[in-house]
Every structure is written in structure tokens, then in C-alpha cells.
Nanobody, 127 residues
Framework: QVQLAESGGGMVQAGDSLTLSCVAS????????AAWFRQAPGKEREFVAA????????HYTESVKGRFTISRDNAKSTVYLQMNSLKPEDAAAYYC????????????????????WGQGTQVSVSS
């Protein structure tokens, strides 16, 4: 497992952009797949985006396609989530996750297959 630490959250207005970062500790991170999930108050944690170990394969939930971009820099052990055209419904605590299997396969959108989690960073979007 790796240790994950998110940053970059904040309060923005609808239509604004924000970039989240997730820094990992541990020499195996470059072989891990990584993902972003989010959780709004009173709701379950939901999948947002995932990226494979090499950064070539990505997967997004439908509601963020065309607005969010996940990327990674393995030299910096960092995964990013670029969020554009933010909407009030995007407001949530955003969590970074990683798993030792570097591929994106069945179940990638479920929390149970991800074995490392960060503490989260809050994103607030006003209308």
C-alpha cells in the first residue's frame, strides 16, 4: 500500500476551474492504478475518474466527461484531477485512491477494489 495526500480543494463559483493533486509515498506508486472518488454530505462515496499505471488508459463517470481530466506524473508520484466548468453538484469531499493492480478492469468504479485512500480535500461550488 501507499500513503496518499490530497490538496487543491477550495471554494469556487459555478463555471470556475480547480486542480486537485494527490501525492503518494512509496516506491511502488508508479505501478499502481489511481482514481478519484467524491462524497457529498449524506451520500455514498462515488467514482469520478481513474487512470492506469502508465497514464494511457482513463475512465470517467458520465457526469464529468468533457469537464474533468485525470492525469499522473510518476516521476513526481502525483495524480491530478483538472476540473473545469464546475457545477454546484460537483461540491463534495474528493478522495484519491490507489490499488496495486495497475490496470483498469471490472469493478473500477467500486470502492472495494481500491486498497489505499487519502484523507480527502473539500471542494465547494457556489451558484
Amino acid at each position: 500500500q501507499v500513503q496518499l495526500a490530497e490538496s487543491g480543494g477550495g471554494m469556487v463559483q459555478a463555471g470556475d476551474s480547480l486542480t486537485l493533486s494527490c501525492v503518494a509515498s512509496g516506491r511502488t506508486f508508479s505501478s499502481n492504478a489511481a482514481a478519484w472518488f467524491r462524497q457529498a454530505p449524506g451520500k455514498e462515496r462515488e467514482f469520478v475518474a481513474a487512470i492506469n499505471w502508465g497514464g494511457v488508459v482513463t475512465h470517467y463517470t458520465e457526469s464529468v466527461k468533457g469537464r474533468f481530466t485525470i492525469s499522473r506524473d510518476n516521476a513526481k508520484s502525483t495524480v491530478y484531477l483538472q476540473m473545469n466548468s464546475l457545477k454546484p453538484e460537483d461540491a463534495a469531499a474528493y478522495y484519491c485512491a490507489a490499488k496495486t493492480d495497475g490496470t483498469l478492469g471490472p469493478g473500477v468504479t467500486t470502492t472495494r477494489i481500491w486498497n489505499s485512500w487519502g484523507q480527502g480535500t473539500q471542494v465547494s461550488v457556489s451558484s
